[in-house]
Nanobody
């Protein structure tokens, strides 16, 4: 079992920045894929960005490329999502997830085995 806990969400004005954290515990390994997804009210879950922890290979949703970056601290079993130039349309619950068998970063939610509870990000205009 892997437990994932997100933190760092909050309310920010458009153009501002936030850094989200995804802390993993339990059965953790450095070769997982960790992905970030988001879900706004009434909308489907949307892929944001993912990283393969041992190769640092990264896959972006085009809508966030150039604004969001992902990084990891394997010693702390934590993955970070740095979000800059935030827009009101970035408002959503942000969730991190772990894919324990994925060989490369993947955007498909069905490839992820464990999910956190999410953290709310609200961007005001």
């Amino acid at each position: 079992q892997v437990q994932l806990v997100e933190s760092g969400g909050g309310l920010v004005q458009a153009g501002g920045s936030l850094r989200l954290s995804c802390a993993a515990s339990g059965r953790t390994f450095s070769n997982y894929v960790i992905g970030w997804f988001r879900q706004a009210p009434g909308k489907e879950r949307e892929f944001v960005i993912a990283i393969k922890l041992n190769t640092y290979s990264i896959y972006y949703n085009g809508s966030v490329k150039g604004r969001f970056t992902i990084s990891r601290d394997n010693a702390k079993n934590t993955v970070y999502l740095q979000m800059n130039s935030l827009k009101p349309e970035d408002t959503a619950v942000y969730l991190c997830a772990a894919a324990i068998r994925a060989l490369v970063p993947t955007m498909s939610p069905k490839d992820y085995d464990y999910w956190g509870q999410g953290t709310q990000v609200t961007v005001s205009s």
